[in-house]
């Protein structure tokens, strides 16, 4: 079946630097990949959705200049959490839109496992 | 705007006892209906959908029936195991193709033997 593999499962960064987030689709094409952010005991929060070879949308209140989303071939999306700080301690995860061969869509999302950033 | 309420838990059952989980949406127009599931230290994965009104969605013996009167899609399981513990969040899929999921805030089920 359609699988998103998402990397790191988890990271540990310190005040100021970046993370990058992947997110490949293994088996299938990923026209349209979304971000969500999971706060604890809450529910997901779309962030942004990415087309690919194109810039990413993003919802409102989210920082487009903080949350860097980039979807360069049907198979990868990345986000980058510049400049992190303690208050984007969070789990992100991706989910990929699945288009068959002959360009229709199933109802399909599949999610990544999720990314725990954790920043000190 | 499109939304999703569903009821807060955690819901502790014991096994073989009867699951319900209830949520409602608000949407314009005929969204699609979801609900997926997650286990700890793990993504979400769907558990079932319904794509039109009166549409029942059904695996690994749960369902949820899509009731556009009521704007509902209760999710139901006969006889719960300790394996279904995990997260359980419904979900609406906002217009357009490949619109993006609008979720509730999930609800926490643990099953004990």
């Known amino acids: 079946g359609a699988v998103v593999s998402q990397h790191p499962s988890w990271v540990i960064c310190k005040s100021g630097t970046s993370v990058k987030i992947e997110c490949r689709s293994l088996d299938f094409q990923a026209t349209t990949m979304f971000w969500y952010r999971q706060f604890p005991k809450q529910s997901l929060m779309l962030m942004a959705t990415?087309?690919?070879?194109?810039?990413?949308?993003?919802e409102q209140g989210v920082e487009k200049d903080k949350f860097l989303i980039n979807h360069a071939s049907l198979t990868l999306s990345t986000l980058t959490v510049t400049s992190a700080h303690p208050e984007d301690s969070s789990f992100y995860i991706c989910s990929a839109s699945r288009i068959h061969g002959t360009g229709t869509w199933d109802y399909g999302y599949t999610f990544g496992s999720g990314t725990r950033l954790t920043v000190v | 705007g499109n939304s999703v309420t569903q009821m807060e838990g955690p819901v502790t059952l014991s096994e073989e006892a009867f699951l319900t989980i209830n949520c409602t949406y608000t949407?314009?127009?005929?969204?699609?209906l979801f609900w997926y599931v997650q286990y700890p230290g793990e993504g979400l994965q769907l558990l079932l959908k319904a794509t039109k009104a009166d549409d029942k969605g059904s695996n690994k013996g749960f369902e949820a029936t899509y009731r556009k009167e009521t704007t509902s899609f209760h999710l139901e399981k006969g006889s719960v195991q300790v394996s279904d513990s995990a997260v359980y969040f419904c979900a609406l899929r906002r217009g357009g193709s490949q619109g993006n999921l609008i979720f509730g805030k999930g609800t926490k089920l643990s099953v004990k033997p």
């Open positions: 949407a314009t127009g005929y969204p699609s």
């Open positions: 990415s087309n690919e070879g194109s810039k990413a949308t993003y």
